[in-house]
C-alpha cells in the first residue's frame, strides 16, 4: 500500500513563508505525476501545483509567482515552498500522486492557517 505523508503545515502571519514536504513510501518515478492540492471550509478541493516526472509544472493562477513545487527524487519527496501568504491560502493542503494507471493516493493532509 503506497503512503503519502505529508508535512509542514503551520500557522503564519501574512506576507511569510512556509515549506510542506510529501514524503512517499515507494520511488516517486512510480508516480506519472505528483501534485498539491488544497480544501478550504465549505470549498471544494482545487488544484495547487503539479511536478511530472520529467519536471514539467502547473500551476493554479492564484499561487501563480509565489509557490513553486520541486522533487527530491533520492528521497522520494515532493515540496511546495509557498511564498507571500495571504489569508486566502489558507487550507488543508493534500499531496497526490498519480500512478501510470492513473490511479490516484492522496495524504492525510496538513493544516495551512495564514492570519495575523
Known amino acids: 500500500q503506497v503512503q503519502l505523508v505529508e508535512s509542514g503545515g503551520d500557522l503564519v502571519q501574512p506576507g511569510g513563508s512556509l515549506r510542506l514536504s510529501c514524503a512517499a513510501s515507494r520511488s516517486i518515478f512510480s508516480f506519472s505525476h505528483m501534485g498539491w492540492y488544497r480544501q478550504a471550509p465549505g470549498k471544494q478541493r482545487e488544484l495547487v501545483a503539479v511536478?511530472?516526472?520529467?519536471?514539467?509544472?502547473v500551476y493554479a493562477v492564484s499561487v501563480k509567482g509565489r509557490f513553486t513545487i520541486s522533487r527530491d527524487n533520492a528521497k522520494n519527496t515532493v515540496y511546495l515552498q509557498m511564498n507571500s501568504l495571504k489569508s486566502g491560502d489558507t487550507a488543508v493542503y493534500y499531496c497526490k500522486g498519480t500512478d501510470a494507471a492513473r490511479h490516484d493516493y492522496w495524504g492525510q493532509g496538513t493544516q495551512v492557517t495564514v492570519s495575523s
Open positions: 511536478v511530472t516526472t520529467g519536471g514539467g509544472t
